[in-house]
């Protein structure tokens, strides 16, 4: 079955980095677009970055300049590369494969503070 699975997550200080890993598994990773939703306490999932399976990268107005999102599809991974960290960072970070037909990790948690 399809498995997602993060990585990397934990505490972070505030202007610090980490970086999130995703390994994918039971499906053909490099068709799909990835992309990784956060969820902080007390709001709704939001869209963080996302690239296409052409290497197509788009990222959250938010954390537009400070994340990255990459791919390595012979690793069947995705990563997120967190720079300049802000307290409001913090939330649970997924892993998501696909648009229509949509799979999921189970979350990592990011904390950022001081």
């Known amino acids: 079955q399809v498995q997602l699975v993060e990585s990397g997550g934990g505490l972070g200080q505030p202007g610090g980095s980490l970086r999130l890993s995703c390994a994918a598994s039971?499906?053909?990773?490099?068709?799909?677009?990835m992309a990784w939703p956060r969820q902080a306490p007390g709001n709704q999932r939001e869209w963080v970055a996302s690239?296409?399976?052409?290497?197509?990268?788009n990222c959250a107005d938010s954390v537009k300049g400070r994340f990255t999102i990459s791919r390595d599809n012979a690793k069947n991974a995705v990563y997120l590369e967190m720079n300049s960290l802000k307290p409001e960072d913090t939330a649970v970070y997924y892993c998501?494969?696909?648009?229509?037909?949509?799979?999921w990790g189970q979350g990592t948690q990011v904390t950022v503070s001081s």
């Open positions: 690239i296409t399976s052409a290497g197509r990268t």
């Open positions: 039971g499906i053909t990773f490099s068709i799909y677009t």
């Open positions: 998501r494969l696909g648009q229509t037909l949509v799979y």
